[in-house]
């Protein structure tokens, strides 16, 4: 076995070969051959990646291992760690886009010798798009011979796959991959918000060409930023500072006509950049932090609205956010929101309105980004300057009511919002919308000058900036009160009996309609009789037999709508997406007839999928099992898969959830007729059980809007 040989783990193993870890398990007891731990523990051994790849191809369990999924198994057991291998891996991504021509020689030697030479390499390559390597506060360091002899079979792997997908899009891989895996490690700015940011910095009359990010992370927001000439970032963890550096390296020109410049600091305590006047910022700043600089900072000329307070971190990153930006220029944060009203920062935001630097406070959907629990908020920005007039009004969005998937339909009643679940084009519309109209207004020659406020003027059926429940231009001095309230659900007048008496009625129609429908399909009267002692199988017997096939979901690249957890909970359409990023891969894609399990809960749900839904790629954390038509019906087999008993015997505990082993499910031995005159039964069933999940539905809708037209005096009592 090579000295630099990468490990795996049984589950590492079970994912080569798409197994369960029991099987690996079983592969160690039954076969004398199977390869013997290198290292680990004894309760978590480990083994030599190629010893594995080897015995899976002799046993015929296995034809020939992906490229991308050895590289990922190689990087992800790196004696390193996976962070620097995937450093490592950038490096090397970034010399094979740049130089291809180099790559050949380098690697036509042995692994010792090419780790010296691609380190010399590496220098030459980094040094021209990071500034050369004893600049202070690069990010990325050109790695040694020592530090890359371990990696050199991971590389080799790398070249292989950038081959068949291109460098940018091998690193956009590995990445997501490691983001996947350890999520909790990172707080991550999902690419519809990321790219929400970026469009309203960049709507302005001056384009956004110049952008920083004092707060980079993963460099998600300079990663959605469109056509830049210069990139600037800031991030306190080495690690991730390195990955944002090669991120966006492989992302922008090789001619590096973007000037990029990625720097590893305290931000706050050190600026890197620190007579910058950007065209732009964005930044999605750690929130609720205590040691920020408070004490040592009290005299730092950032602090132009106020010294901000212990607790007020954030309003610390709004004032450094301003301050590197030029006269008119924009910047995007995304804040907590109790930023909004907090009684400590009430002068700063005070200051901010006065001055017309804050231009609008935009409340995002719950799950937008982590913490996913609650309704983040946007703070939209312009610095401001001799020829700019304060603007007299603040505009506020209020987008924090859950926006579903318009696919989901009426019928849905898995839990509302999440981030599986927002629909991002729809919250993106609603926020350009408002902000276009807001800014065009805005930067009229009237600005500031007694012109006449917005609420005094139509567009759209309603006075311009305002859409009821949605969004308002509000004059600063309705804002300007002891509190300096800027939450944006205080100051917007709700929707009107949710969307008038007229939809209320139409609602009410609808539900009888509903309730009719109920009624009919209530099951009959049951015919009582003993227990059956039916001979019974598992689904695992009935796959080894080629009576069903089983598929997991979560992975794939494509254009394809995703059938995710919730959507088979609450039986609805497919609402999820895939990532257009990576090397390609082909989901798992339902067909009619399929039956779909959710893995994690513990609980008794089963989906046959129809003509509606068939060609949707299958999510994470589901399972499927596609009957053969001539034994199986797919009904009879989701009917018994929802049994209580069956569903308890089959689940499994982990440390945080109860996991189910769709292979331990129990079906009865019976003829196919038989099979599907029980499936008839169990398919009126899920009728009558989605008729009750609409009825419910529509019913919350209309006592929620009797409510809310009592209230407002738009429905009259009687």
Not at 268 to 284: E, Q, S, T, Y
Not at 333 to 339: D, I, R, T
Not at 440 to 455: F, I, L, S
Not at 536 to 555: D, F, I, P
């Amino acid at each position: 076995m090579p000295e630099n040989s990468t490990e795996v783990t049984a589950a590492g193993i079970a994912r080569l070969a798409g197994v369960g870890r029991a099987a690996v398990s079983n592969w160690r007891r039954r076969h004398a051959d199977f390869p013997k731990p290198v290292g680990g523990t004894e309760t978590s051994p480990s083994f030599a990646l190629p010893e594995v790849e080897q015995w899976l191809r002799d046993q015929g369990k296995l034809a020939e291992v992906p490229v991308r999924e050895r590289v990922w198994q190689q990087l992800a057991g790196h004696p390193a760690g996976a962070v620097p291998a995937l450093v490592h891996a950038g490096c090397a991504l970034l010399l094979l886009r740049n130089s291809p021509t180099v790559w050949p020689e380098i690697t036509a030697v042995s692994d010792e010798r090419m780790a010296g030479v691609l380190s010399l390499a590496l220098n030459d390559v980094l040094a021209a798009r990071f500034g050369p390597a004893a600049e202070a506060g690069r990010a990325v360091h050109t790695p040694s011979r020592a530090e890359l002899f371990p990696s050199i079979p991971l590389l080799r792997g790398i070249a292989e796959l950038a081959a068949e997908a291109g460098a940018p899009q091998t690193f956009e891989f590995l990445l997501g991959r490691q983001l996947d895996a350890n999520p909790r490690q990172y707080t991550l700015t999902p690419p519809g918000l990321a790219e929400l940011m970026a469009a309203l910095v960049e709507t302005g009359k001056q384009p956004a060409r110049t952008v920083l990010d004092p707060a980079a992370g993963t460099g998600a927001l300079l990663r959605a930023v469109g056509r830049p000439t210069a990139l600037y970032a800031q991030e306190a963890d080495p690690d991730l500072a390195a990955l944002t550096a090669l991120r966006l390296a492989l992302l922008t020109d090789p001619d590096n006509s973007c000037t990029l410049a990625v720097r590893t600091g305290d931000t706050l305590r050190a600026d890197a950049f620190p007579r910058l006047a950007a065209d732009a910022v964005l930044c999605h700043p750690p929130f609720n932090e205590r040691n920020w600089g408070h004490d040592e900072l009290a005299y730092d000329p950032r602090w132009e609205y106020g010294f901000p307070a212990r607790t007020e971190s954030e309003l610390a990153w709004v004032q450094h956010a301003l301050a590197h930006l030029r006269e008119g220029g924009a910047a995007v944060l995304l804040m907590p929101p109790a930023a909004a009203s907090r009684r400590s920062g009430r002068r700063i935001r005070a200051d901010l309105l006065r001055r017309g630097a804050l231009r609008a406070v935009i409340a995002l959907p719950a799950g937008a980004a982590p913490p996913y629990g609650i309704p983040l908020h946007l703070w939209v920005l312009r610095k401001p300057g001799s020829g700019l007039h304060p603007s007299p009004e603040l505009l506020l969005v209020d987008t924090a009511e859950p926006a579903e998937s318009p696919s989901a339909g009426p019928a849905s009643a898995a839990p509302s919002g999440g981030r599986d679940r927002l629909d991002w084009q729809a919250v993106r519309s609603a926020v350009l919308d408002a902000w276009q109209s807001f800014e065009g207004e805005g930067e009229d020659e009237g600005a500031g000058r007694g012109r006449p406020g917005r609420a005094d003027r139509t567009g759209h059926g309603h006075p311009l900036g305002v859409r009821p429940g949605v969004s308002r231009a509000v004059p600063v001095i309705e804002l300007l009160d002891d509190d300096v309230d800027l939450a944006p659900a205080r100051h917007l007048p709700p929707p009107a009996a949710a969307g008038g008496p007229a939809e209320l009625i139409r609602v009410r129609e609808r539900l009888s309609e509903t309730l009719g429908l109920t009624g009919t399909l209530t099951p009959p009267a049951v015919t009582l009789s003993d227990p059956a002692h039916w001979p019974l199988t598992t689904v695992g017997e009935l796959a080894r037999a080629g009576a069903l096939q089983l598929r997991t979901g979560g992975s794939g690249t494509g254009p394809v709508p995703v059938l995710t957890e919730h959507d088979v909970l609450g039986s609805t359409a497919p609402s999820g997406s895939l990532p257009v990023d990576g090397p390609p891969e082909e989901p798992v894609l339902v067909e009619p007839g399929d039956v779909v399990v959710p893995v994690l809960g513990g609980g008794s749900v089963a989906r046959v999928i129809d003509d509606a839904t068939a060609g949707a790629a299958l999510g994470r954390n589901l399972q499927l099992l596609r009957p053969d038509p001539a034994a199986l019906d797919p009904w009879f087999l989701a009917g018994f898969l929802r049994g209580t008993a069956n569903n308890r015997q089959a689940s499994s505990y982990a440390s945080t959830a109860t996991r189910l082993d769709a292979r331990r499910l129990q079906l009865p031995r019976l003829p196919l007729a038989e099979q599907q005159r029980y499936g008839e039964r169990f398919r009126a069933l899920a009728e009558f059980e989605d008729a009750l999940r609409l009825a419910g539905r529509l019913g919350g809708q209309l006592v929620q809007g009797m409510y809310d037209g009592l209230t407002d005096g738009t429905v009259a009592p009687k």
